[in-house]
């Protein structure tokens, strides 16, 4: 019987990531060539390029890469282009308005895809700190965006912020 727990690791240097004519992540080594891959980050928010685990379309993990360093330049990058393909989590570069009404509170703020509306109901189940100075915001809908560095902010953003972190 074989472990459901047993981690395949993929080897670095046997192992390359390339696109196919039609754009399809692939991955080949010494022994298989995959055509239609996919990747996972294991760690999104505190490991994003370290433990990535890649699947075949028929949604059947291949294994573990420990770190995507290890990997040769164009399959880093094809896996980094595949990454932001796949985890698009629009960055807060100003926040507009933080309003509260009965049950209810409602974020207002600007992102590098645009303008964004965040429902929430109870606020400090739906904002996430990973660090010292970066948040991950879910409202009510499942919508994300991320303060990567609240000293970055402008001042009014920041005071905006205080009043509930």
């Known amino acids: 019987m074989s472990d459901l727990f047993e981690l395949t690791y993929i080897d670095p240097g046997v192992t390359s990531f390339t696109r196919s004519a039609g754009g399809m992540l692939r991955m080949e080594t010494d022994r298989e060539l995959f055509t239609e891959i996919t990747v996972r980050r294991t760690y999104p928010m505190t490991r994003p ?3 990535l685990s890649v699947w ?3 949604d059947k993990e291949i294994g573990i890469i420990r770190n995507i360093e290890e990997l040769d330049e164009e399959s880093r990058e094809e896996l980094v282009t595949e990454l932001k393909l796949r985890y698009i989590i629009p960055a807060v570069t100003r926040i507009d308005s933080i309003k509260e009404e009965p049950g209810l509170w409602t974020f207002q703020v600007k992102t590098d895809r645009g303008d964004l509306k965040l429902l ?3 606020i400090h189940e739906h904002i996430q700190m990973i660090g010292v100075n970066r948040l991950i ?3 009510m809908e499942g919508k994300r965006c991320e303060i990567k560095d609240i000293e ?4 009014a953003s920041r005071k905006h912020l205080s009043k509930v972190i």
């Open 56 to 58: 075949t379309k028929d």
């Open 49 to 51: 390029y370290e433990y």
């Open 137 to 139: 915001i879910t409202d």
């Open 152 to 155: 970055s902010l402008d001042a």
């Open 120 to 122: 929430m109901r109870n």
